[in-house]
């Protein structure tokens, strides 16, 4: 049976500068403004002490809390966000052997089209006459790749670098917020006949900076669906109360794990709950510095 007081609690400020209100209480918060009070309501006009709670004001005026907690209970940890990573491979130094059976294999993972554990396996193959070049090889993989019957649409992209190298990209995929999560292709490569070197790497994509959708996702969950999963037809209350995450922009999120030790502090039962209270907040602004006062960390900057 699960304990009533170990919870997910996730806060995101508005887009603005004051999405986090460090010398406000309930009385003076705009709507989406975030805020800390301790256990009377008061704000905290700097660093937390004590006892605290963090609580967002809706649209409609209606208030959202985490439990009241102790600061020196707290575990805090945060990251800085960085660009999302594309799979790029890059297949090079091909061969310019007549006569021979040249292969290749993707196999491609994280495909909303496929099952979370299903991967999909496209097979390539171009076979040379007496006479060659690697060039001539190269564009016929480049041809087959991007031509294959709209197959490989939208999973990923090749693109000829010399006559003698070309690279593959695994592409970012469908996000429909509470359906598909946010993923970006990857895929295996085996080759056969190349007489070729294969590298992969991993380079800033163009489509996807930030993270802003993977803070919508959280805040789809914590808030919107209440842990509903990704799925068609499940019921939630996403329409009910405000989500102020913008997916095209960068956040610093800030995660506090709580004991809840005593029965002052909403534990159910006895013993120890837990409590996962997240902030994420606009890089970048006045909000995030005074956040990172408050919570004694640098991550949200």
Not at 5 to 11: A, E, K, P, Q, R
Not at 72 to 84: E, F, H, K, M, S
Not at 108 to 122: A, G, I, M, R, T
Request: proline fraction near 2%; glycine fraction near 10%.
């Amino acid at each position: 049976m699960f304990k009533t007081d170990n919870s997910l609690h996730v806060f995101v400020g508005r887009n603005h500068a004051g999405a986090y209100a460090k010398a406000t209480d309930a009385t003076g918060a705009a709507a989406g403004d975030v805020i800390i009070v301790d256990e009377n309501g008061d704000d905290f006009g700097a660093e937390i002490v004590g006892d605290f709670r963090v609580g967002q004001k809706d649209a409609s005026g209606s208030w959202r809390y985490s439990p009241l907690c102790k600061f020196a209970n707290a575990t805090i940890t945060g990251a800085i966000p960085v660009l999302r990573e594309q799979q790029v491979t890059t297949i090079s130094a091909v061969s310019d052997v007549a006569n021979t059976r040249y292969t290749l294999r993707l196999n491609f993972k994280n495909n909303v089209e496929l099952f979370s554990k299903q991967s999909d396996l496209h097979f390539f193959e171009y076979v040379t006459g007496d006479t060659v070049t690697a060039g001539e090889v190269v564009d016929k993989f480049v041809a087959k790749i991007g031509n294959v019957d709209g197959a490989l649409t939208g999973k990923v992209s090749v693109t000829k670098s010399s006559n003698t190298a070309f690279y593959i990209t695994g592409l970012e995929q469908t996000w429909s917020l509470g359906l598909h999560t946010d993923t970006v292709v990857s895929f295996d490569a085996t080759l056969d006949g190349f007489g070729a070197a294969l590298s992969t790497l991993s380079t800033a994509p163009d489509p996807g900076k930030g993270n802003g959708r993977q803070v919508a996702e959280l805040e789809w969950f914590g808030v919107g669906a209440s842990g509903a999963p990704y799925r068609h037809g499940v019921s939630n209350n996403s329409d009910l109360i405000t989500m102020y995450t913008d997916s095209t922009i960068e956040y610093g999120v800030v995660s506090l794990d709580v004991a809840l030790a005593n029965p002052n502090h909403a534990v159910a039962a006895g013993g120890s709950g837990r409590c996962q209270i997240v902030i994420a907040l606009v890089t970048a602004s006045t909000a995030a510095s005074d956040a990172n006062t408050a919570l004694g960390v640098t991550w949200i900057d």
